[in-house]
C-alpha cells in the first residue's frame, strides 16, 4: 500500500511540474510576441530579425503569400522607411498553446489585434483587426501566418472595388 501511495504522489509530483514547466514556456513565449510587437511599432526592423530564427517562414494574409526571414526585414524596412507613419496596437490578446499534432506541431502564440496604420504620404488612418499566430522555438519565432481583411484595408484608403457582372 506505501509503494502504490508514493507511486501515485511521485506521479503527481511530476505531472505538477510538466504543468509549471509548460506554462513558464508558455510565459516565455508570449513575452517574445509582446518584444516582437514592440518593435512593429516602433519600426525597429534590427530587434524584429534579433527575434525571427534563420529558418523563420511567413504566412499571409493572402493566401499564397509566404516570406522567409531576409524577405521579411527588407519587406519591413522599405515600409518603415518609405510607407508607414506609425503603426499602433490599440488592443492586443495574446494566448499561448502547446500543438501536439498536425502538421506544424510546437509551441504557439496566438496574437489577437486591433492596429491603426498612419501612412507617410497622409493617408488613414487604417483600422484593421489582425489575427496573428506565431511558433516559437528557443525564444525565436520560426513561423508565422497572420490573418486580416485585406480588402477593407483597401476600402478604407479610397480603393473602389469594379466587377464584371
Known amino acids: 500500500m506505501r509503494t502504490l501511495l ?3 504522489i511521485t506521479g503527481m ?3 505538477a511540474c510538466a504543468v509549471d514547466a509548460q ?3 508558455e510565459k516565455e513565449n508570449i513575452a517574445v510576441i509582446q518584444k516582437y510587437i514592440e518593435a512593429v511599432q516602433k519600426k525597429d ?3 524584429m530579425s534579433d527575434l525571427l530564427a534563420d529558418n523563420y517562414i511567413g504566412y499571409g494574409p493572402s493566401f499564397s503569400d509566404s516570406t522567409n526571414k531576409q524577405q521579411a526585414i527588407a519587406s519591413w524596412k522599405e515600409a518603415a522607411e518609405n510607407l508607414y507613419d506609425k503603426i499602433e496596437y490599440t488592443r492586443t490578446v495574446n494566448i499561448a ?3 501536439t499534432d498536425g502538421p506544424n506541431p510546437g509551441n504557439f502564440v496566438s496574437d489577437w489585434a486591433s492596429l491603426k496604420i498612419t501612412y507617410k504620404d ?3 488612418p487604417v483600422y484593421l483587426n489582425m489575427n496573428a499566430i506565431y511558433r ?5 519565432i520560426t513561423l508565422s501566418r497572420t490573418f486580416y481583411n485585406e ?3 483597401l476600402r478604407q484608403l479610397g480603393y473602389k472595388f469594379i466587377t464584371n457582372n
Open 151 to 153: 480588402a477593407d484595408v
Open 122 to 124: 497622409g493617408r488613414g
Open 97 to 99: 498553446a502547446d500543438v
Open 45 to 47: 526592423t534590427q530587434t
Open 13 to 15: 509530483v511530476a505531472a
Open 136 to 140: 516559437i522555438e528557443n525564444g525565436k
Open 23 to 25: 506554462k513558464k514556456i
Open 6 to 8: 508514493a507511486f501515485i
